[in-house]
């Protein structure tokens, strides 16, 4: 490890001095824990053990939500099969029992938590779930179709969500209200659609194509009407994208190449990739609340893009902290094993674009 990294090892482990934050929750696949970082300050200031809370050492939590006023926040966990909703003192208030839940997404404009399916499954329900945040009711499951839906974003103007296949080339523009679907179709070889990204106003729909190595941009004004606008190439393995607070660029982990790729959204290219020791499969992505910085969980295992297994690591998960700005990695924070779905609250309100980092 180099000087550099010891020395960031050491600030994520000490105490933290300041008051927390934000926090950024970090599901660690193999632990069995998450880890959670203070956003403002930089520091892991808390690993919750999932298992004195009664779930076992295969309990696989994959991805967190978190409230926009930072509250509640929402665990899946594969293993396990819930989906378990915390409080702001890692308290659990509620659970919903689904099978093999995978990624979730908060609906900005009602009491509503999407649920999709884990990647791991061979054959889950092709069906993702509706879930009423207050009381942790599982009001419905909406029918897909396809198989294997993963892939999952509710569009910020609440009416519809986006799931899409990683069996098929195929996702779906789901209606809310009543669970009607939109199914669209893309031509050519295997896609592998793995994540979706909305940008602010709604207007565009990016989702990462891991098998073909690049991102494919939809117009998707009408919700209902999807219309396939750019192709975008990738690095090898894109995985997860997020679109910036101001709709103007699109951060994409790239889980093969241990690299982000950064896409301008005037122009639907690629004008920069960073890179980072701390890389290892880069998995996950989110924002913070400013803007500031971009949060980029990695995996470290020798398994392929596709194993939820785990238990193959080369070393220990880690998160790296990107300053937007200047699009260089500014700190490495040792997590657990097998880092894998981030969760931090989303501003109501987009926050003026950052100039610098501290």
């Known amino acids: 490890m180099s000087r550099l990294l010891a020395v960031v090892a050491a600030l994520a482990l000490a105490p933290a001095a300041v008051a927390q934050g934000p926090r950024l929750y970090v599901a660690n696949q193999d632990d069995a824990t998450v880890s959670i970082i203070d956003a403002a300050s930089l520091r892991v200031v808390e690993t919750l053990d999932l298992a004195p809370l009664g779930f076992g050492p295969n309990a696989k939590p994959h991805h967190a939500q978190v409230e926009p006023d930072g509250s509640y926040w929402y665990l899946t966990m594969i293993g396990a099969g819930k989906v378990v909703k915390f409080d702001r003192a890692n308290r659990i208030v509620g659970s919903v029992a689904l099978e093999v839940p995978g990624l979730l997404s908060l609906d900005p404009t009602a009491d509503r938590l999407i649920v999709g399916r884990s ?3 061979v054959n889950p329900p092709k069906r993702i779930a509706i879930i009423r945040r207050s009381d942790m009711t599982l009001i419905d499951e909406y029918e897909v179709f396809f198989p294997r839906p993963h892939a999952l974003v509710v569009d910020p103007r609440g009416t519809h ?3 899409a296949s990683l069996g098929v080339n195929q996702f779906a523009s789901v209606r809310l209200a009543d669970g009607q679907s939109v199914l669209v179709d893309y031509p050519g070889g295997p896609q592998t659609f793995t994540q979706f990204a909305v940008s602010p106003d709604g207007r565009w729909l990016a989702v990462t194509a891991q098998s073909a190595n690049q991102l494919l941009v939809y117009d998707v004004k009408n919700p209902d009407q999807p219309v396939l606008a750019r192709t975008i190439p990738m690095a090898k393995g894109p995985f997860e994208p997020v679109f910036s607070y101001d709709g103007g660029t699109v951060f994409v982990t790239n889980l093969d190449a241990n690299v982000v790729s950064v896409v301008d959204v005037a122009t639907w290219t ?7 020791p701390g890389f290892g499969q880069p998995h996950g992505v989110a924002l913070s609340e400013d803007g500031r910085y971009l949060f980029v969980s990695n995996r470290h295992q020798s398994g392929g893009a596709h194993d939820h297994e785990g238990h193959k690591a080369t070393a220990k998960g880690t998160v790296v902290v990107v300053c937007v700005p200047t699009r260089t990695a500014q700190a490495v924070l040792p997590v657990g094993n097998y880092a894998a779905g981030l969760g931090i609250a989303v501003p109501k309100t ?9």
Request: with cysteine; net charge positive.
């Open 161 to 163: 969500a986006y799931t």
């Open 350 to 358: 987009a926050p003026t674009s950052p100039t610098t980092c501290r």
């Open 119 to 121: 990647m791991s499954a």
């Open 270 to 276: 690629v004008t920069g990739t960073i890179t980072s």
